[in-house]
């Protein structure tokens, strides 16, 4: 296990290593931009959807860039996976204490990998709302189904049925996520636990979007278009304006090909591959990820 010295080190080192095959891509046409123009692009939504793979730091540093650069010309609100629902981070005395205030599970997320991001965020002043439902509610609807969600956000999902292909793509990715073990009977539960995240997040941006902008910061499977939040934000509203990033990772073996992402991201930002990443797989037992 890596020690915080050595990933603050390895956070301070990245700029130098960061121009190393990192890349912005549009995946209509699979050209190549920087982050001055994709801020240009998106800059004018009412809703900018962030992903990230959890255990990557440069996805996360990144983001925290490209707020605090974006709110330079349009006022940002963020909305953010690791909080809870109904809490707002306000910076009181340290970083990690004060996100924990705000429902932040420093350990769950494996602190500090977020820090970077947080502290930009934090020193950008820019608003930081939760947007999570508790792990207990998560949990009890994966058992109980519909009935353990808030019925606010059971029926936000309810309205906004996924098409077949759609569903097909979300239930294939909790299957891999699950190391392809799910017991058949746990995959409607962890639908519904996942799109109830989903919702909640979206609950929150929807009541944050009175002016500029809202970023959301969330795992790759909460931003994808087509059974992501964006699902929700062309249902219950339809003319919002939104913009879905991918934050990917380089392939050892091929060339990334931009315009295969185009069902699931407008635009995707790719990084170096986390090297020392296990094989969840290999000690599968122990839970899944969320995505």
Known sequence: AMRPGQLLLITLLLPAAASAGERILDTRDGSTLNRDQLIERIADNAFILLGELHDNPRHHKHR??????????????????????????????????????????????????????????????????????????ARNTVRQGESALPAELAKIIAEAPL?????????????????SQLPAGMLEGLRLAQRGRDAAMFEVMRQNNNAGATALLAGNGHVRLDYGIPSLIRKHLPDARHVAIGFIEETNDKEIDARSYRERFDYVWVVAKVESRDDPCASFGQAGKDR
Not at 102 to 119: C, K, T
Not at 163 to 179: G, K, R
């Open 163 to 179: 098409d077949e292909s759609a569903q097909a793509n979300l239930d294939t990715d909790l299957q891999d996520s699950h190391c």
């Open 64 to 137: 925290g860039e490209l707020l605090t650069a974006m709110q330079q010309r349009t006022p940002l609100i963020v909305v953010a996976e690791h909080l809870e629902r109904g809490k707002r981070y306000a910076a009181d005395s340290d970083l990690k204490s004060d996100l924990e205030r705000a429902g932040f599970d420093a350990r769950g997320w494996h602190w500090p990998l977020h820090e970077a991001m947080f502290a930009q965020i934090s020193t950008a002043a820019i608003p930081l709302f939760g947007g999570n439902i508790p792990r207990e509610t």
